[in-house]
């Protein structure tokens, strides 16, 4: 996990790198409310390094290493799902 949008206690997405280290920054579908309160729980304690953009989307990045799970759509725009964070 590379940072995330909206408020640190309740996110709205996530910004991922999927694949290898030096894969693009992509953004996660919005949260779903349960699972953005846990994750804004984990992000309490994180620190901020910054504000980048991904698919011009501009999200605050963070130093935290967290790996969550994700359900991968095909297609065109490729929407990636949060279903869980470890």
């Given at each position: 996990?590379?940072?995330?949008?909206?408020?640190?206690?309740?996110?709205?997405?996530?910004?991922?790198?999927?694949?290898?280290?030096?894969?693009?920054?992509?953004?996660?579908?919005?949260?779903?409310?349960?699972?953005?309160?846990?994750?804004?729980?984990?992000?309490s304690?994180?620190v901020?390094?910054?504000?980048?953009?991904?698919?011009?989307?501009?999200?605050?990045?963070?130093?935290?290493?967290?790996?969550?799970?994700?359900?991968?759509e095909?297609?065109?725009?490729?929407t990636?799902?949060?279903?869980?964070?470890?």
């Amino acid at each position: 996990m590379l940072g995330f949008t909206g408020p640190r206690l309740g996110p709205r997405h996530l910004v991922l790198a999927v694949g290898d280290e030096g894969g693009p920054a992509r953004v996660s579908a919005r949260l779903e409310p349960v699972l953005a309160a846990r994750v804004g729980v984990a992000l309490s304690g994180a620190v901020v390094v910054g504000e980048r953009r991904a698919e011009s989307e501009p999200y605050v990045r963070v130093v935290r290493d967290r790996v969550v799970e994700v359900l991968a759509e095909s297609g065109r725009h490729g929407t990636l799902t949060v279903t869980r964070m470890q």
